[in-house]
T-cell receptor, first 112, second 113 residues
């Protein structure tokens, strides 16, 4: 158990819908990262937050957004969902940007 | 939360043998390299890391070798056990600018009893 929690574990929804994925980092970690793991793209970095502020952006679509709250939990919002958004979404946390990232168990999103 | 279905190269070894998993990385400016293990239904789990100023680092039953000349990273697992069966990813990162990890495509390790 990495100490990073993600909810929900599974999510099934329809095209065009909007969903929110939630991540609670390990106690004491200020940095949160979101990654997408799909069949044809492997693990792709989406976005990083540090202590409530966006720190870095990766291959995140404009339909996706994220935020980190004062209690350091983070949410990833996915809107106007398409079939191709079906994937595993992982959250990772670290003390800061230089240290080891600990991954949560992931949320499996299925868009029908 | 498994990565089953990913079209990955597979390494099949006998229990007790040593395993070597290879990774070619792309960014010659990367400062830090990590190996992750992902078991079926779980998120990636840290195994071992190495900084770019080193060429070898050993852990418990695992060794990482870094060859910066050819941008190659390898993970050696000694006395491979059935519990080592998983997908293994290498990842790289810079210490400046964007510090998010860039992952390799992964290798599936199957340990035959």
């Amino acid at each position: 158990d990495s100490g990073v929690t993600q909810t929900p574990k599974h999510l099934i929804t329809a095209t065009g819908q909007r969903v929110t994925l939630r991540c609670s980092p390990r106690s004491g970690d200020l940095s949160v990262y979101w990654y997408q793991q799909s069949l044809d793209q492997g693990l792709q970095f989406l976005i990083q937050y540090y202590n409530g502020e966006e720190r870095a952006k990766g291959n995140i679509l404009e339909r996706f957004s994220a935020q980190q709250f004062p209690d350091l939990h983070s949410e990833l919002n996915l809107s106007s969902l398409e079939l191709g958004d079906s994937a595993l979404y992982f959250c990772a946390s670290s003390v800061d940007s230089y240290n080891e990232q600990f991954f949560g168990p992931g949320t499996r999103l299925t868009v029908l | 939360g498994e990565s089953v279905g990913l079209h990955l190269p597979t390494l099949s070894v006998q229990e007790g043998d040593n395993s070597i998993i290879n990774c070619a990385y792309s960014n010659s400016a990367s400062d830090y390299f990590i190996w992750y293990k992902q078991e079926s239904g779980k998120g990636p789990q840290f195994i071992i890391d190495i900084r770019s100023n080193m060429d070898k680092r050993q852990g418990q039953r695992v060794t990482v070798l870094l060859n910066k000349t050819v941008k190659h990273l390898s993970l050696q697992i000694a006395a491979t056990q059935p519990g080592d069966s998983a997908v293994y990813f290498c990842a790289e990162r810079r210490d400046t600018g964007r510090r998010a990890l860039t992952f390799g495509s992964g290798t599936r390790l199957q340990v035959q009893p």
